[in-house]
């Protein structure tokens, strides 16, 4: 059934968000900790192994697929409402604050991928 | 009185005419690239970019925050591209990731994160304090918002940043989101991102989700999961570090501790 997958991929989300800021709340931080990547870190988890009995149900798999098949298009929205009026009109400090951050981290990309050993 | 009934059919059904927008602007994308680029430029990275250019128009003309979605008959994309849904997506996509891969460069990753965090706020305090701000707040805050557009208003209200700063920061964080979505794929190759490996460290040195998630989307959509790994820790870090050790180690340097 295709809702199982939509469910397993929902829990995972709820349960991942609620984590995020369990922690955060423990550590004095007023945000989410990671809450996204404890989910699909929990998603991986249920789904992501060979021998997964749930990942090999045909109704799982298109549940998820479903939704990671409009990933793209969710983005596409996404981009279509941010507030891009605001952050060009916003003067130099902010344009400039945020090109020297990207720059800095295109700067050590290739550094720390070194490192990390491609992984591919 | 036809335009009043279709008016009235599109915001009754907003989401769903958001997802017949989409699906042509994503068609027409697909075939720009072919027809112009050969499909060099890729068609969802002209969708993304076509999405931008909409939400920047749509800015100027409503003067609202939220792009297309400030027009009612438009708002099904405030739903459709809204944090609900995009983190869904965004966790449905870890279903392609391998396990084994995270595992080897996880400790990578977190490294990257802790480094990209330090650099955003290191460049965003180096340029307020070249635009003339002498207070650790407000230095601070703009350092935090050249982290992610989330960490800057974060910070700034637990330090207590006047609101022209917090808005500051809040632009300094979209303005990295914008960039990077745009430009993912420009430099893509160049930084060498082709492999899960290296987009698990961009995702944690950029630490932006959406600009991570689009850009990679227009890059290699197979990245996409390794990269907004990483990049959703950033966030979580940012909100650590900034009002705490940054803060007190901007103060001794401004001579307010």
């Known amino acids: ?120 | 009185m036809i335009a009043d009934i279709v008016a009235h059919s599109l915001r009754a059904y907003s989401l769903i005419f958001a997802f017949a927008i989409v699906g042509a602007v994503i068609w027409l994308s697909y075939g720009a690239s072919n027809l112009f680029t050969k499909g060099r430029i890729h068609g969802s990275a002209i969708a993304i970019a076509a999405g931008l250019v909409a939400a920047y128009v749509s800015g100027r003309m409503t003067g609202g925050p939220k792009g297309l979605a400030d027009f009612p008959a438009l708002a099904g994309f405030g739903v459709m591209g809204g944090a609900m849904l995009r983190d869904f997506a965004i966790v449905s996509t870890a279903f392609g990731a391998d396990l084994a891969t995270l595992r080897k460069v996880g400790p990578a990753g977190a490294l990257s994160i802790v480094i990209g965090v330090g650099l955003s706020l290191v460049a965003g305090a180096v340029i307020a304090v070249a635009f003339g701000y002498k207070d650790a707040v407000s230095i601070v805050t703009i350092g935090a918002g050249a982290a992610t557009y989330i960490v800057g208003p974060v910070t700034g209200a637990a330090l207590g940043a006047t609101s022209d700063v917090i808005a500051l920061s809040v632009a300094a964080g979209l303005v990295k989101a914008i960039v990077v979505m745009i430009g993912t794929p420009l430099w893509a190759s160049r930084i060498g991102l082709n492999n899960p490996g290296a987009a698990i460290v961009y995702g944690g040195l950029m630490g932006t989700t959406s600009g991570v998630a689009a850009g990679l989307a227009a890059t290699d959509p197979k990245l996409a999961p390794y990269g907004a790994m990483s990049a959703t820790f950033y966030t979580g870090v940012g909100c650590l570090v900034a009002p705490s050790v940054f803060y007190l180690v901007v103060r001794l340097l401004t001579g307010e501790a």
């Open chain 1, 1 to 120: 059934m295709t809702i199982y997958g939509v469910a397993i991929l929902a829990a995972c989300l709820l349960v991942g968000d609620i984590a995020g800021r369990l922690i955060g709340a423990a550590i004095g931080v007023e945000a989410n900790v990671g809450g996204v990547g404890i989910a699909m870190l929990l998603l991986l988890f249920l789904l992501g192994r060979d021998q997964s009995r749930l990942a090999a149900s045909p109704g799982v798999r298109s549940g998820v697929e479903f939704w990671a098949a409009m990933y793209i298009p969710i983005v596409v929205a996404m981009a279509a409402t941010q507030n891009v009026a605001a952050a060009l009109s916003s003067g130099a400090v902010a344009i400039i604050a945020g090109l020297a951050a990207v720059a800095l981290a295109l700067i050590a990309a290739p550094l720390l991928s070194r490192l990390a050993g491609g992984g591919a």
